[in-house]
Nanobody
Framework: QVQLVESGGGFVQPGQSLRLSCAASGSRLDLDAMGWFRQAPGKEREAVSC????????HYADSVKDRFTITRDEGKNIIYLQMDNLKPEDTAVYYC???????????????????????WGQGTQVTVSS
């Protein structure tokens, strides 16, 4: 059984930063590839970033590249999403996920209606507004 618990969301002004955390527990195989997704009001859920230990892959959606950084603390089984230079369009509920397919076009793959990670966290709200 995989459990994912996110934290770190909040309200910030444009240009500020936030760091999200996701504490994971469960089988090593299920937790190898993890990622962050987000869903803004009235929009489809979208893939933001993923990290795979086995393949040494890290990928970002174009909309967050050079602003967001995903990292992983292997010893504590926690992944982080450092979000810098936040914009109002980054406002969304952010979800941690495990059992992710992490490759270069992962963000396009997860636009497919049939594509879903194996496990989801409960989500954490990020609001960027002046």
């Amino acid at each position: 059984q995989v459990q994912l618990v996110e934290s770190g969301g909040g309200f910030v002004q444009p240009g500020q930063s936030l760091r999200l955390s996701c504490a994971a527990s469960g089988s090593r195989l299920d937790l190898d590839a993890m990622g962050w997704f987000r869903q803004a009001p009235g929009k489809e859920r979208e893939a933001v970033s993923c990290i795979s230990t086995r393949d040494d892959n890290i990928h970002y959606a174009d909309s967050v590249k050079d602003r967001f950084t995903i990292t992983r603390d292997e010893g504590k089984n926690i992944i982080y999403l450092q979000m810098d230079n936040l914009k109002p369009e980054d406002t969304a509920v952010y979800y941690c996920a495990a059992g992710v397919l992490c490759y270069q076009s992962f963000d396009l793959y997860y636009k497919l209606p049939s594509a879903h990670p194996g496990y989801w966290g409960q989500g954490t709200q990020v609001t960027v507004s002046s």
